[in-house]
T-cell receptor, first 118, second 111 residues
Framework: DARVTQTPRHKVTEMGQEVTMRCQPILGHNTVFWYRQTMMQGLELLAY????????DSGMPKDRFSAEMPDATLATLKIQPSEPRDSAVYFC????????????????FGQGTRLTVV | QKEVEQNSGPLSVPEGAIASLNCTYS??????FFWYRQYSGKSPELIMFIYSNGDKEDGRFTAQLNKASQYVSLLIRDSQPSDSATYLCAVNKRSQGNLIFGKGTKLSVKP
């Protein structure tokens, strides 16, 4: 059963602490997205990787957020230091573009990490 | 102007009716369009995608695309209470593989 796996599922932390979220994309998928979802803003794209290279991280606050893919089976999103406004559900999604690169990539979502910063 | 816009709803329809969900996008170079369904507390799941102008049918779902009007819609025929969820429209921009989502329309199907 191919699925995107995210850990942890829930995280409560104090303001100022470092938070690391992990994602295992579906085997064979070469595209990984990180999204943040809040009631007010909906799903916001934070970062996007293809073949482990970051292609777009313009949606990510650079001063405190960082995203990496140490290898093809692991993507990480770090927040340091965390702030209460970072409280949200963070989704990782993976996909495999069709042969025509101009067409979009279907994204398959993990179950998300619910982050609460107090 | 937001890149992808949807009416937040809630859209309420009776069981068995047709639910019509709409989405507009601002980037005329957008090429691929996706509909996702998200149940409360769950992750988005892909329902359909469409690339070409016109209609695409899959079971009770029909996606419609009009690139000239920059408009995408999703029709759900014979709506069921289990269709009650938030429906998210996503758009792929030209020459990029990222997906930009609208905020979603909440659909409620009343028995």
């Amino acid at each position: 059963d191919a699925r995107v796996t995210q850990t942890p599922r829930h995280k409560v932390t104090e303001m100022g602490q470092e938070v690391t979220m992990r994602c295992q994309p579906i085997l064979g998928h070469n595209t990984v997205f990180w999204y943040r979802q809040t009631m007010m803003q909906g799903l916001e794209l934070l970062a996007y990787f293809r073949n482990r290279a970051p292609l777009d991280d313009s949606g990510m606050p650079k001063d405190r957020f960082s995203a990496e893919m140490p290898d093809a089976t692991l993507a990480t999103l770090k927040i340091q230091p965390s702030e209460p406004r970072d409280s949200a559900v963070y989704f990782c999604a993976s996909g495999l573009p069709p042969p025509w690169d101009a067409r979009g990539t279907e994204a398959f979502f993990g179950q998300g990490t619910r982050l609460t910063v107090v | 102007q937001k890149e992808v816009e949807q009416n937040s709803g809630p859209l309420s329809v009776p069981e068995g009716a047709i639910a019509s969900l709409n989405c507009t996008y601002s980037d005329r170079g957008s090429q691929s369009f996706f509909w996702y369904r998200q149940y409360s507390g769950k992750s988005p799941e892909l329902i359909m995608f469409i690339y070409s102008n016109g209609d695409k049918e899959d079971g009770r779902f029909t996606a419609q695309l009009n690139k000239a009007s920059q408009y995408v819609s999703l029709l759900i025929r014979d709506s069921q209470p289990s269709d009650s969820a938030t429906y998210l429209c996503a758009v792929n921009k030209r020459s990029q593989g990222n997906l930009i989502f609208g905020k979603g329309t909440k659909l409620s199907v009343k028995p």
